[in-house]
């Protein structure tokens, strides 16, 4: 029996980038292809020669030869083209592969090469058509010197992170041909390459070329370098010294500066905005220079102006162009949304929201006077979002980003667009910034206009509730109403659903019953409705996480959707259990983990009654896990599948196991240790900690529960107390409620500690402040782990304390914000609000089980909740 080895697909390119699969399905995150066109690169639809496989993964079409045996890494090549190049590109050089019997995948579609390259595309998948996999460093050399001819002289976006060949569009890095993965002291897991002596560590993608710390470049890669350096040597650096990133998107960057002056000193300070050539491409065709040219042309049409800013040099360094323009201190007004939001604190007063209030409404009727200017001068502005407006510390707003101004009936048309501030009927003209300013009167509120794309007959559910929460003019909610209402749609749509659709319109009345009636039916309605069981790569749709991990997973995948409906007792379908077995059993990479692999699909299949195919799927999985501790991907959750199972079983092989996952998990709590990588439930030490509450219940070894405590006080530390009292997880400068990421994950586990030492008083209060960041009333997503779904559940999990009731039902039914008709049933807007989403992580699955917890019943979250609390079930 031999093992196949293939390159890994490009699984890195779907992590936060959830545009890019919002394309195609007007409902669900899905690949980005040409479903309506059909249409396919032309040598995608050749078959493969004699002795080669083929065979399409995701975006990439692969050609491999039968007897081809990869290494797990080494050199690589990518090939660039421009999108009108693209098809010739690669045909040419796939002849050159099969004829030199060179492994290679190439995108499928001329639609994903250009979203690929498109201004908000990941920067480091950018720029690739092609991969070229070369067995050995002589090898290398040989296709570039047989490639580099054939393509000499051709026009390329460049692939930043990688090392260009020559002047052509050949680009050479470093990394993992099969898909392998590690987890890092931040606890995020990332694909993996080897160290020398086996570890594995980060495949880095760096947006500059550097090479793994032990390897040495061979010949051909020092020559290289060496003439870049030479080259280097003779071009003129930047004219202004570089203090600090703002920005960055696939076009380039935007740069807080100072000019050099002549005696090697700096000047005051400019923002310089970079553009990178071929790249950047908007709907289109148009690339990152081409708007540049744009924006600075405006700047200076515009001057004068007050909320512009001043156009200061234009120049060219090494093949990027920058502007540097007048810099304006202050911050976005998404910034400002974020901080000062009164709707994002727990309980905020009377007087906070009415001076919250004064001042949205101040920066509304500023910009109003903004759009006014840039109209009469002929211009309209094009691209206005909470981003591209800047509010100044004395209280005056500035307009940023003026790269698709243009003047209406002589300019072409904008085809770049913020999601959630255009719609159909206003993508052109001065329309155009009159709609997205009406989204603003809302967005300043309530920051949902993204959801109107998926039922624009939201606008009088959101309308009614800025005016429930805010002390706004009754003309401006009616601005709101009459500016964002599509043509053709009748008043009050979405406020008073007629009688057959309340039990499924985000309207509707079961948002605000106490109970669970109605609800829960009308989310499994629309689960069901949206099964694919036909489909092989998904059975359930959600985040674009689930389109590249077999399916099967427990947090995107169908093991979590029929979790979901299992423990809340809705009916699972025969065929979708089925479905999951299928998916568990064909998956190549025997990925482990509890939510994010098959130890995950194990555990449900055991729940569903099907111990055969469980204990196959685990012994796939293994009963060992890499460097990884966390509940996720890691030892935390692969050791509460091995202890739920050993429970079920008895067997001696789980027992012991689970012995070496708890002296591991011990060991890393160890004071004189480094504390765990992560933080919070599903990355940090508070997943480790309900690993050991897990024994503990069996054991009643108080030393489990001296563990537990020693791990959760780890990720207390990473969190910080509000004035008010509230207490979030800090992740960089962003303090998270959440459950899957924030304080929430870690409140759920703490309470289950303080059940059996109610006298920690250290622990008690911080349990109180993360039940007060709950309360929270503006939270963007709806989903369990990164929004609303994971605070209810949090709070109903402590339905015992003083006033929690009241505090559960506005939680509840405020999910009404989230929620979208689809088919007979009830939706939920996935994360990022681009599309819907069922998964349990994100979607109606989450919610699902949120409000069965809201009504009464034990929270069932594999690993996070103690079985003993579900009721009756082992």
Same mark, same amino acid.
């Given at each position: ?156 976006? @460049? ?200 001042? &949205? ?17 002929? @211009? ?134 106490? *109970? ?79 939510? *994010? ?246 979607? &109606? ?30």
């Amino acid at each position: 029996m031999t093992t196949e080895k293939r390159p890994r697909k490009g699984v890195d390119d779907v992590k936060r980038n959830h545009h890019m699969f919002a394309g195609d399905d007007p409902h669900f995150y899905d690949h980005p292809v040409d479903r309506a066109e059909k249409r396919r690169f032309a040598a995608a639809d050749r078959p493969a020669p004699a002795g080669w496989r083929s065979h399409q993964d995701g975006s990439w079409f692969f050609l491999t030869p039968e007897r081809a045996e990869l290494p797990d890494q080494g050199w690589k090549i990518h090939v660039s083209a421009v999108p009108a190049e693209a098809a010739e590109v690669i045909d040419l050089v796939s002849a050159y592969c099969l004829e030199a019997g060179l492994p290679h995948k190439f995108l499928a579609t001329p639609r994903i090469h250009h979203l690929n390259n498109s201004k908000y595309a990941r920067r480091g998948s950018s720029g690739k058509l092609m991969t070229l996999y070369p067995a050995d460093e002589a090898r290398l050399r040989t296709v570039l010197d047989g490639l580099g001819p054939l393509l000499a002289g051709r026009r390329a976006p @460049y692939v930043l992170g990688d090392l260009r060949w020559q002047d052509g569009p050949l680009y050479l890095r470093y990394g993992g041909f099969l898909e392998r993965w590690c987890t890092p002291e931040n606890g995020e897991r990332v694909l993996a390459i080897a160290a020398p002596d086996g570890t594995l560590v980060p495949d880095r993608r760096d947006p500059y070329f550097t090479l793994p710390p032990w390897l040495e470049a061979p010949e051909c890669v020092a020559e290289q370098l060496r003439a870049d350096e030479a080259a280097a040597a003779g071009q003129p650096g930047l004219p202004y010294a570089i203090e600090r990133a703002l920005h960055f998107s696939n076009g380039g960057g935007v740069y807080l500066a100072r000019e050099r002056d002549g005696d090697g000193g700096e000047g005051g300070p400019v923002v310089l905005r970079e553009a990178r050539p071929l790249a950047g491409l908007d709907g289109a065709g148009r690339d990152a220079v081409d708007r540049l040219r744009t924006e600075a042309r405006a700047l200076r049409a515009l001057a004068g102006l007050e909320f512009v800013p001043r156009l200061i040099d234009e120049f060219t360094v090494w093949e990027h162009h920058y502007l540097a323009e007048e810099y304006v201190e202050g911050e976005t007004l998404r910034q400002f949304l974020a901080r000062s939001n009164p709707l994002t604190r727990p309980e905020p007063s009377a007087e906070d929201l009415a001076r919250y209030t004064a001042r &949205a409404l101040d920066i509304i009727d500023q910009l109003q006077r903004a759009v006014d200017g840039i109209h009469a001068r002929g @211009y309209a502005f094009g691209d206005l979002h909470p981003a591209n407006v800047l509010l100044r510390p004395d209280g005056r707003i500035c307009l940023v980003d003026f790269e698709v101004a243009h003047r209406p009936g002589l300019d072409p048309e904008p085809a770049v667009a913020c999601p959630g501030f255009v719609a159909p009927h206003a993508l052109s003209g001065f329309a155009r910034d009159d709609y997205a300013l009406d989204c603003i009167r809302l967005s300043l509120f309530l920051p949902y206009t993204m959801l109107l794309d998926l039922d624009p007959d939201k606008v009088d559910q959101l309308a009614d509730a800025m005016a429930e929460f805010f002390p706004v003019p009754a003309a401006h909610t009616e601005r709101v109403r009459r500016g964002l209402r599509r043509p053709g749609r009748s008043a009050g749509a979405g406020r008073t659903p007629d009688a057959g659709r309340a039990a499924e319109h985000p309207g509707g009345r079961p948002f605000d019953r106490p *109970d669970a009636e109605g609800l829960p039916g009308a989310l499994t309605r629309a689960i069901r409705a949206a099964a694919t069981p036909q489909r092989a790569d998904r059975l359930f749709p959600g985040d674009p996480a689930g389109l590249n991990d077999g399916g099967y997973t427990l947090a995107h995948g169908a093991a979590g959707v029929l979790h979901a409906l299992h423990s809340t007792g809705q009916d699972v379908d025969e065929e979708h259990t089925d479905w999951l077995w299928r998916a568990a059993r064909r998956s190549r990479d025997r990925r482990p983990g509890l939510y *994010d692999g098959l130890h995950g699909a194990a555990l449900v299949l055991h729940r569903l009654g099907r111990g055969p195919e469980a204990w196959e799927v685990l012994q796939r999985a293994g009963t060992t896990s890499p460097g990884d501790l966390s509940l996720r991907s890691g030892l935390a959750g692969l050791g509460l599948v091995l202890h739920r199972l050993h429970r079920a079983t008895g067997d001696g092989g789980l027992r012991d196991a689970l012995d070496r996952a708890t002296e591991r998990l011990a060991a890393a709590l160890d004071p004189a240790a480094p504390p765990p990588a992560g933080a919070g439930l599903l990355t940090g030490p508070s997943g480790i900690a309900a690993f050991f509450l897990h024994l503990h219940q069996d054991s009643g070894d108080p030393a489990h529960l001296d563990l537990a405590a020693r791990a959760l006080r780890a990720d207390l530390e990473q969190c910080r107390t509000s004035e008010e009292g509230a207490v979030n997880l800090l992740d960089g400068t962003r303090l998270l409620p959440y459950l899957g990421n924030g304080s929430a994950g870690t409140g759920l586990v703490l309470g289950q500690y303080l059940r059996h030492r109610p006298d920690d008083e250290e622990l008690a209060r911080a349990l109180d402040g993360i039940l007060l960041a709950a309360r929270a009333r503006l939270v963007i997503f709806g989903g369990l782990f990164h929004g609303r779904a994971g605070l209810l559940a949090l709070l109903a999990e402590h339905r015992d304390r003083p006033g929690a009731a009241e505090r559960i039902a506005r939680q509840r039914r405020l999910l009404a914000w989230h929620a979208v008709p689809y088919r007979d049933g009830t939706a939920i807007a996935g994360d990022q609000l681009h599309r819907l989403s069922t998964d349990l992580a994100t979607g &109606a699955a989450g919610v699902l089980l949120a409000v069965h917890a809201a009504a009464g019943a034990p929270l069932d979250l594999p690993g996070a909740t103690l079985p003993a609390l579900v009721a009756g079930r082992p």
